[in-house]
């Protein structure tokens, strides 16, 4: 509910699963964890679940054409089905947006270039007022952004932005 229908506030969810699971499930979950306003709002959102269709499959084509160009920019990004983006600089690109962030006080913290890079990238989508989510400091996912997708419109000046702090790294 929260990705494809737009409801992450309303914190509703379902599970599916064997009998046996289901009843395991059912003796941890508090009896009122959810609120009825959230309940009532899932029901009906999925009783019209295809007016949803074009949203999700306009999400479905911007990831996927966000995660090319960041490819192509010189970034990982990590397989996804959801409606955010989880990317980090290659060697080669995270060592020129490293430099630059180190030059430019973007990169303020001691670390690899991997997270330097993605100190760089997050501090400067800040200082452009596009908000991510900064995974830096995550031993697993080291230099990491979390980019939630936009309207195509957005996407548009967030793709731009990255170009931008990849070209004044000598990036591209």
Known sequence: ????????????????????LMRILGKVLLPYHVNAFSLLTAEIVYK???????????????????????????????????????????PELAAKL???????????????????AGQTVFKFLVNKKILARDFTRNQALEGGIRLTLGTPEENIIILATIKEVCKNAGGI
């Open 1 to 20: 509910f929260s990705k494809a229908y737009g409801l992450a506030s309303m914190r509703v969810g379902y599970g599916v699963g064997s009998r046996d």
């Open 48 to 90: 019209h679940k295809q007016l949803f269709v074009e949203r999700t499959n306009q999400i479905i084509a911007e990831r996927e054409k966000m995660g090319k160009a960041l490819t192509e920019l010189g970034f990982k990004v990590w397989d996804s089905a959801t409606n955010f983006l989880m990317f980090t600089a290659q």
């Open 98 to 116: 490293s430099e630059f962030g180190k030059s430019e006080g973007l990169a303020t913290e001691e670390g690899t270039a991997t997270k330097l």
